[in-house]
């Protein structure tokens, strides 16, 4: 591959300037921070890092390259992967090394470049995370081109950020959500409906180890009371991209579900719209929890640790009106990290219970549910 360089422009004229990898080209992006040591490719094709540009603080990846992509589980679900492309808008990583894995069918530069997605390595991740730390998290524009080529100027770059659009305003749902509803499991096991705002494959994955069916429908589909003649007993909404204040179909259709009485599981994005769907309200956070190391407390006195990737969250003054109580909180911030109603029908966590990457020691959610939509369905 040729050798490139790269500049990592922040909204606020900070710059960074390095070697460049992957696929030459100049993307715009909110650009934040996971302090996750492990799963780069877990977490280069979680949907809820659309429109990202994704600063690793580990300071070196690709010592064990990437796993075939292409390669799916008995349900036709990609195994070692999170959806069927890289979603981030760029990578910046302090350092990259030779992959060395007996499980690696490529390196990482070689996937960010079939992919259409540039990189930067050689800069100081630490000094960007510390400052989006202490300013927030920032648009920023991420260029790679030829190494004997000149790099563009800091006003050629902050007119390029300024052309582009917000985070907050850019539409998602679209690029990431199926545009038909699409059937995973025997038709025996009881149904739950999975409306697809992004979500990760290990979460279809986790409900369909428990023995229950899944129906994926587009973000902004209706929840059928039925579905190819099958009841539909259980609602499980996960992550995703934006905001999540913005999703009105997707909000209007848990509001409309809400009266059957269907088990409900919020995950994440899923968390936050299950608040907003009744009548919560949600904020943007200054820089958000992405890692694998995020801890819960629980309001029974259980503390776990769970990986997260959220940028906004539930605001706490305004469950009253909701019918939900906090079940578990972050004790660095005060966070809601968890939901559910005093009957225990619905439950939330804004952590992800099924891990890839990270901990799964909170994946008794998954099997609180599953019981819930086995009584319903009996």
């Not at 994955?205 to 009841?231: K, M, N, S, T, Y």
């Amino acid at each position: 591959m040729p050798e490139l360089r790269g500049t990592l422009f922040l909204e606020d004229g900070t710059r960074f300037d390095g070697s460049g990898f992957g696929h030459p080209g100049s993307r715009v992006g909110e650009v934040v921070f996971t302090t996750g040591m492990v799963g780069y490719p877990e977490s280069l094709t979680d949907p809820s890092y659309r429109g990202q540009i994704l600063v690793f603080t580990y300071p070196l990846l690709g010592n064990y390259g990437v796993p075939d992509p292409a390669v799916t589980d008995r349900w036709g679900l990609p195994v070692h992967v999170e959806s069927r492309e890289v979603q981030v808008r760029g990578v910046a990583v302090r350092g990259l090394t030779r992959p060395s894995h007996w499980n690696s069918a490529g390196s990482l530069p070689a996937w960010l470049d079939r992919s259409g997605t540039p990189g930067i390595s050689g800069i100081d991740t630490r000094r960007l995370t510390e400052h989006l730390r202490s300013e927030g998290v920032i648009r920023g524009i991420l260029d790679v081109g030829p190494a004997d080529g000149p790099a563009p100027p800091d006003e050629e770059l902050a007119r390029r950020i300024a052309r582009a659009p917000a985070y907050g305003e850019e539409r998602f749902m679209p690029e990431v959500s199926v545009p038909a509803p699409v059937r995973y499991g025997p038709r025996a096991d009881p149904l739950v409906a999975v409306p697809d705002c992004g979500v990760k494959v290990s979460i279809l994955r986790a409900l369909l180890q428990r023995d229950l069916a899944v129906l994926r429908l587009p973000h902004d589909a209706a929840i059928p009371e039925r579905f190819d003649g099958r009841p539909v007993v259980g609602l499980l909404v996960g992550n995703g991209p934006g905001d999540p204040a913005r999703l009105a179909a997707s909000i209007t259709a848990l509001r409309e579900a809400r009266g059957r009485g269907l088990p409900t599981l919020g995950i994440c994005l899923g968390h936050q719209l299950l608040a907003l769907s009744r009548g919560g309200a949600t904020y943007k956070m200054k820089y958000g929890h992405r890692g694998q190391n995020k801890t819960l407390c629980f309001s029974d006195g259980r503390a776990m640790i769970a990986s997260e990737n959220h940028g906004y969250a539930v605001d706490p003054a305004s469950l009253k009106a909701t019918g939900l109580v906090p079940w578990a909180v972050n004790p660095d911030d005060g966070t809601v990290e968890a939901l559910k109603d005093p009957r225990g029908r619905t439950i939330a966590l804004q952590g992800h219970p099924e891990g890839h990457p990270g901990p799964q020691e909170a994946g008794f959610v998954f099997d609180l549910f599953a019981g819930k939509v086995r009584r319903k369905a009996a």
